[in-house]
């Protein structure tokens, strides 16, 4: 089953809205988690590292105003894409590494979200 | 220059034949080395990790060369299920460990 869930899978909202998405780890802690966009034919990019109880860490010409990060818990890290536009269609893809005492860290991913703004 | 580079393909591949392919990755300091799968419009799956002395998982194998800065994978015996997007994954340092440097992805598509 699942180890990270991702929610909504699929969202499409207007133009200036904004979109929540969340990101949970289901059978462990997570302090830090992360967020990728992915647009089509291209790479997973690095967005963001979401870090439990402090600031999340944006990567290079990723707007922090836009992309609103919160980690409020060990389990939970949620990305708010502020006043969408088309630009910012993309699949979206948080995940969490997971210390696995038989074969150290894993990382997980959640399913993913598809973002459609019209 | 993009971090990891990966010949997009498509690399159509009849029924039971091999198909191997590389990427090429730009910073000597990268530490860790994966193949992901990615199947249309889901979540990358972990294929498998690559060690330096090379290592094999049934049909795929895997080789790291530090020295020319590249990774293959290897395919024997191709079935139809591999047909995925295979995704070459590089990780900078054991202290972001989790931060992970994607490549576009290699299309593998095979054929009956």
């Known amino acids: 089953g699942a180890v990270v869930s991702q929610h909504p899978s699929r969202v499409i909202c207007k133009s200036g809205t904004s979109v929540k998405i969340e990101c949970r780890s289901l059978?462990?802690?997570?302090?830090?988690m992360f967020w990728y966009r992915q647009f089509p034919k291209q790479s997973l990019m690095l967005m963001a590292t979401s870090n439990e109880g402090s600031k999340a860490t944006y990567e290079q010409g990723v707007e922090k105003d836009k992309f609103l990060i919160n980690h409020a818990s060990l389990t939970l890290s949620t990305l708010t894409v502020t006043s969408a536009h088309p630009e910012d269609s993309s699949f979206y893809i948080c995940?969490?590494?997971?210390?696995?005492?038989?074969?150290?860290?894993?990382?997980?991913f959640g399913e993913g979200s598809w973002l459609t703004v019209v | 220059r993009k971090e990891v580079e990966q010949d997009p393909g498509p690399f159509n591949v009849p029924e039971g034949a091999t198909v191997a392919f590389n990427c090429t990755y730009s910073n000597s300091a990268s530490q860790s080395f994966f193949w992901y799968r990615q199947d249309c419009r889901k979540e990358p799956k972990l294929l498998m990790s690559?060690?330096?002395s090379g290592n094999e998982d049934g049909r795929f194998t895997a080789q790291l060369n530090r020295a020319s800065q590249y990774i293959s994978l290897l395919i024997r015996d191709s079935k139809l299920s591999d047909s995925a997007t295979y995704l070459c994954v590089v990780t900078l340092t054991t202290d972001s460990w989790g931060k992970l440097q994607f490549g576009a992805g290699t299309q593998v598509v095979v054929t009956p």
């Open positions: 059978d462990f802690q997570a302090t830090t």
């Open positions: 995940s969490a590494p997971k210390d696995r005492a038989e074969s150290g860290n894993t990382i997980y």
């Open positions: 690559v060690y330096s």
